[in-house]
């Protein structure tokens, strides 16, 4: 099927699957003790002259009758007392250096045990497992079963964010807490184009709620947790740790049969089934993204997906007022020239201008597509002026740029002949 836009119309089937930066200064060898050795130099070095003077003075009102061998000596002393001083005080220095070589930002390997271990008791009770019972009649054994975060009270409910494929197609929802106590769940709203869901279910002593980071100041290297309930309730409130291995990569996936891309941070922390809707945290214990989906078919260990948070906190914020997220429409479906080249096997005689532009493969009926006088065939360049070349910029300057009602000026190519249209942004909801 090729590639489509977000406000593409499909017939799908429901399908299941089984901060900032936390930084702690690294003491420099300019740091507060270095400084207190200089001092103490200093001052050893202001008492040797002092003695001097004084053997010199004793040496003059004697007549000059003193050993000037003793002199020498007795000054050697003091010499060898600075020299044993400030030896020992650089040995101190470097092995404070050692200590830290294995740490993060200058936290000490023991520093980051403890923090690890801090982060863990605080958000494990915010952690849940969410069980999928498809039918009503389900067994035990075949109940699909996923992992969720706790992210507000509020009115006596607690509403939990987790996946969308976790809860779909779910005659009933049950939250097992950290407690192991069971609780029956809500579906508030759902939206499988970004895989994102929110439940809800009786806030009666809960008492942790989890906190939002930034995910957009995530960098590479950055250590990250992850934490959930992998292969079941059995590994329930599980731990991985690792790094971050991209803060953002585009990633091309397949939603109910359609191809597309999303937005995904990219860890070394292990995510297995069953950790999808679970957490991705920072060393401040902060999510910074949901974890979603474990790429199973790459051949390769230690790659796992999550939604950075600042992506997902407006739909979650539109699940839980709304129950649905709305978007603006243009009521095409699309994809490169050069992936349609490539996957139907056709040359197309376009001009230069518009060889990395959008082919529109569909336009539907009664849409603001078609009522602008756009038609199958023709080749999107621009919107707003603005030069589109691919799925993900065009999606991006439509949902982030733009809102339902807008004004939206089209540059497009039809038989090598540039055109421009204006259309109003319809409202499409993915459900």
């Known amino acids: ?34 400084g207190n050795w200089r001092t103490i130099a200093l001052l050893l070095s202001v008492c040797l002259c002092v003695v001097s003077v004084v053997v010199i003075v004793a040496n003059v009102t004697s007549g000059g009758t003193s050993d ?48 690890l271990i801090e982060i863990t008791d605080r958000i494990q009770p915010a952690i849940v497992s969410i069980l999928n019972y ?5 067994e035990p ?50 939206d499988w184009l970004t895989d994102l869901a929110v439940i809800r279910i009786d806030g009666s002593g809960i008492g942790q709620v989890a906190e939002f980071g930034n995910s957009n100041k995530l960098r590479k290297g950055e250590m990250a947790v992850a934490i959930g309930n992998p292969l079941g309730l059995n590994f329930s409130q599980s731990i991985s740790f690792g790094v971050i291995s991209d803060a ?29 809707g679970g957490a991705l945290l920072n060393l401040r214990g902060e999510v910074v993204g949901i974890n979603s989906m474990k790429i199973a078919d790459l051949g390769v260990e230690g790659i ?62 009664d849409g603001p597509a078609e009522a602008a006088g756009i038609e199958k065939g023709d080749i999107i360049v621009a919107l707003d002026e603005n030069e589109i070349n691919t799925q993900s910029q065009l999606r991006r300057y439509l949902y982030e740029e733009k809102a339902i009602g807008d004004e939206l000026t089209v540059t497009f190519y039809r038989d090598g002949e540039s055109s421009t249209v204006e259309l109003e942004l319809g409202m499409i909801v993915f459900d």
């Open 1 to 34: 099927m090729s590639w489509m836009d977000r406000d593409d119309f499909y017939r799908r089937k429901p399908r299941m699957d089984g901060d900032e930066h936390f930084k702690v200064g690294r003491r420099s060898r300019g740091s507060a003790s270095s």
């Open 68 to 115: 000037p061998g003793a002199d020498k000596e007795l000054v050697s002393v003091f010499a060898d007392d600075i020299r044993e001083e400030e030896e020992e005080q650089e040995q101190q220095t470097r092995t404070a250096e050692d200590e830290k070589l294995a740490s993060s930002d200058g936290m000490s390997v023991l520093d980051l045990n403890n923090q």
């Open 134 to 138: 498809q039918t009503e009649e389900m």
């Open 141 to 190: 054994e075949e109940v699909l079963q996923g992992s969720g975060i706790i992210i507000k009270k509020e009115d006596g409910d607690a509403f939990i964010v987790t996946n969308h494929h976790v809860v779909e197609a779910g005659a009933v929802l049950e939250v097992v807490l950290s407690d192991g106590e069971v609780r029956d769940a809500e579906l508030v709203g759902s």
């Open 248 to 276: 953002r990569l585009t990633m091309p996936i397949e939603l109910d049969g359609t191809r597309w891309e999303m937005d995904v941070i990219q860890t070394d922390a292990a995510i297995n089934h069953g950790n999808s």
């Open 304 to 365: 796992g997906f999550a939604i950075p948070i600042n992506d997902a906190k407006p739909i979650i914020e539109s699940l839980m007022d709304l129950g649905i997220v709305e978007r603006p429409f243009i009521g095409i479906a699309f994809t490169e020239v050069s992936a349609y080249v490539e996957q139907e096997e056709v040359e197309l005689d376009v001009p230069a201008e518009a060889e990395n532009g959008l082919i529109v493969l569909q336009v539907e009926a």
